[in-house]
């Protein structure tokens, strides 16, 4: 049987939590009082928002704190139903602690319904001397402004560079492999501050046998992000034949849709220094291909169409 890397190394305690040193000081702090409010956990996928609620869970209840946790995921259960039953139900019996209250943890809490959230606001009122709620998001925005103020939001950010690759060393220690610095730059560059991501990359390329940045890309369905800086500059130069060449490798070799690319393109063109007016009129034409891919158009045509736009956008700028 596989272990699940990202389960087999998630922390237990929230000292073990990375990148987030300010929200730990302050669950910290609620740990020691033995008290905690209703609590937002708001920021991108993978980075600890589902850890740091399990760790805190630990630290209060210690050993029984399977039986005073409990966790949903809203994005499977996003009706009214689950509020009336679910919730309700595990709301209303008695907490089996002696810090009085049990947690919650709605994790994408963010697409739960209107009514869902409404419904909600009342259980909390109701049942807040024995459950304590925990909303997991990726837009605090999405949650109605009813339950937002009844919570502390703690913002959660993607892990930077040095942590997240200093986490993967340790792992690739305790798994018996070493990683070089060129494939964590690598696994850094896909993952883009996911640590839940960066883990699972790390341990299929682990289980294929060949450690190095090419089957890192392979793996995670992505390439060298140097290809999207090369596809923008050979299009500006008016290359159209070449730039279609690039473009249909990315396409038909490596797989990636259309709007893969155009986000590739987009977070290439971001990082560079170029003329104000030409990177304005750059991301305009990949936002009008998106748009149009999205509505329906076909890859291979308006890809043609972008990579058009782009030679003539280097020809007006040269």
Same mark, same amino acid.
């Given at each position: ?6 389960? =087999? ?39 600890? =928002? ?43 019996? #008695? ?110 390329? #682990? ?55 155009? #986000? ?55």
């Amino acid at each position: 049987m596989i272990n699940i890397w990202t389960e =087999k190394y998630r922390p237990t305690k929230l000292s073990g939590v990375i990148g987030e040193s300010d929200n730990i000081n302050r669950l910290d702090s609620f740990v020691k009082e033995k008290n905690i409010p209703h609590l937002i956990f708001a920021g991108p996928p993978g980075t600890g =928002k589902t850890s740091t609620a399990i760790a805190l869970a630990i630290e209060l209840f210690g050993e029984s704190w399977k039986d005073n946790f409990l966790e949903l995921n809203a994005s499977n259960e996003r009706g009214i139903d689950i509020i009336r039953e679910n919730i309700k139900n595990f709301a209303k019996i #008695k907490p089996s602690n002696d810090i009085g209250f049990k947690i919650i943890f709605l994790d994408e809490a963010d697409h739960l319904t209107g009514d869902a959230q409404a419904a909600l606001r009342r259980t909390m009122e109701m049942y807040y001397n024995t459950t304590r709620f925990i909303f997991s998001c990726n837009y605090s925005s999405k949650i109605i402004p009813p339950i937002q103020s009844r919570c502390v939001v703690l913002r959660f950010s993607p892990v930077n560079e040095d942590e997240m690759k200093a986490k993967l060393r340790a792992i690739s220690k305790k798994e018996g492999f070493e990683i070089d610095d060129e494939s964590l730059n690598a696994i850094y560059e896909i993952s883009e501050g996911d640590m839940r991501k960066a883990i699972n990359v790390l341990q299929a390329i #682990k289980t294929s046998g060949k450690i190095d940045p090419l089957t890192i890309y392979r793996i995670a369905g992505e390439i060298n992000k140097n290809e999207y800086k090369n596809l923008i500059n050979i299009a500006l130069e008016g290359n159209f034949n070449q730039a279609r060449d690039l473009l249909d490798k990315m396409l038909i070799d490596y797989g990636l849709s259309g709007i893969d690319i155009i #986000k590739g393109m987009h977070s290439s063109i971001r990082k560079e220094q170029i003329a104000y007016k030409q990177k304005l009129e750059i991301i305009m034409a990949l936002a009008e291909a998106e748009f149009r891919i999205v509505e329906g158009g076909t890859d291979n045509i308006q890809m043609d169409a972008l990579i058009a736009k782009l030679s003539y956008i280097g020809s007006e700028i040269n």
